[in-house]
């Protein structure tokens, strides 16, 4: 921030956090009057949650345990933890994807409900044209099964699903779309000679 800025802020008696809130909730208040939702980053219920209108959306994204303490409060919460969800996390394997639970310790139904779903998430940084199809397939297939499937139908153990998303897997790359292979890390080579399937 320039000097000239942080002299504005003083004048005002704010320092960066306080300037950070007062715009975060002054847009939260304009587009609640508009009758928009929105969805905030986890850093603003870290930071000063309590403040935050009713109406927000968290999206967690730094880590666990966050999406108990927003639907706790009584917020909403959109679960895509870097840890598990983050495409660009080359080493997070697909059976990570499938196991990370969005409802983690939140075991009370009207509480199960603030949790809106989960994203897969991936910065740009490490992914192109010649290399994205690979990046997010077939782990964010893991991921969709994981949020589209009914808790007690899940499986507990990733071999159970293995073999379902090799054949999407296969049935992808038959599609033109350059999936990865599924017993690999992310955008990983096939580790052995194969059939699609064994990959």
């Known amino acids: ?65 966050v999406a108990k303490k927003v639907v706790d409060a009584g917020l909403r919460c959109i679960v895509s933890n870097q840890d598990k969800w983050y495409l660009d996390h080359l080493d997070a394997t697909w059976e990570g994807f499938y196991m990370n639970e969005p409802l983690e310790n939140i075991t009370k139904p009207e509480k199960q409900k603030l949790v809106l779903g989960g994203e897969v998430c991936m910065w740009g940084e490490t992914a192109d044209a010649s290399d994205i199809e690979q990046t997010i397939w077939p782990r964010a297939a893991a991921a969709a099964e994981r949020l589209w499937t009914p808790t007690w139908k899940l499986a507990t153990d990733p071999k159970i699903v293995a073999p379902r998303l090799a054949h999407f897997r296969c049935l992808l790359n038959k599609r033109g779309v350059a999936a990865a292979p599924l017993f690999a890390p992310g955008r990983g080579t096939p580790p052995f000679t194969g059939s699609c399937i064994q990959q």
């Open 1 to 65: 921030m320039s000097d000239c800025a942080h002299g504005k802020l003083k004048k005002k008696g704010m320092n960066e956090s306080d300037a950070y809130r007062y715009f975060v909730l002054r847009a939260q208040k304009i587009a609640s009057s508009h009758g928009y939702e929105f969805i905030n980053w986890e850093e603003t219920f870290n930071d000063f949650g309590k403040q935050l209108s009713p109406k927000t959306v968290v999206h967690n994204w730094l880590g666990r345990g």
